[in-house]
C-alpha cells in the first residue's frame, strides 16, 4: 500500500479511510475493471443488430487502445492467485459466452460457433501480451493498419458463415 500511495501523493491511512485492507482494495480494483472492460464494453455495442458487423465493433473497440491498456494483460497474468481467480474466470467466461453468442447469431452451429470464438478470443489476448510487453512490434500502429488487420481477422472468423452475412464490412 504505501509504494502506491506515494505514487498517487497520498498517505497510507487515506487508503485504510477507503478500503479495510489491502485484499478490499484489490476486489474494489477488479470489481471496476470487470465493469469497464467487459460488461460496459458489451453494452456499447448491443444496439447494433447485425451480429457480424456487432463482432467486429467488439474487436475493433477492444483492440484500439491495447498498447496503453495493460490491464487486461496484467490480471490474466495474475489469475493464478487467489483473489484474482475467481474474477478473472467469470470474465473471461462471460467474454467466451457473449462471443459464442455472436458467432451462434451468424449462423454457426453451437460447436462452430465456441471454436471461432476461441480462435478470435485468444488470438486478440496474444494480441494484447504482445502490444503491451513489446510495443510497436506490431506493425498496426496506425489506425488504417489496425482496421485493415481487423477487418482480416473477422472476415477469417466469419469465413464460411451460413446465411446473407459473409462479411463484417458494411
Not at 463482432?55 to 487467489?82: I, K, W
Amino acid at each position: 500500500m504505501e509504494p502506491l500511495a506515494a505514487r498517487l501523493g497520498t498517505t497510507k491511512g487515506s487508503f485504510y479511510w477507503h478500503f479495510a485492507n489491502r485484499e478490499a482494495l484489490i476486489e474494489a480494483t477488479l470489481s471496476l475493471w470487470e465493469q469497464r472492460f467487459t460488461e460496459a464494453t458489451i453494452s456499447a455495442v448491443a444496439d447494433e443488430p447485425d451480429p457480424a458487423a456487432r463482432l467486429r465493433m467488439l474487436f475493433t473497440r477492444v483492440s484500439r487502445d491495447a498498447e496503453h491498456n495493460p490491464v487486461a494483460v496484467s490480471v490474466l497474468a495474475s489469475a493464478g492467485h487467489e483473489l484474482v481467480a475467481p474474477v478473472a474466470r467469470r470474465v473471461m467466461e462471460r467474454r467466451m459466452a457473449y462471443v459464442v453468442s455472436l458467432f451462434e447469431e451468424v449462423g454457426f452451429p453451437p460447436e462452430v460457433a465456441v471454436q471461432r470464438a476461441i480462435l478470435g478470443l485468444t488470438a486478440h489476448i496474444g494480441n494484447n501480451q504482445l502490444a503491451v510487453r513489446l510495443p510497436g512490434l506490431l506493425p498496426l500502429g496506425t489506425d488504417d493498419r489496425l482496421d485493415g488487420y481487423l477487418d482480416a481477422a473477422v472476415e477469417l472468423l466469419l469465413h464460411d458463415a451460413p446465411g446473407p452475412t459473409r462479411s463484417a464490412t458494411p
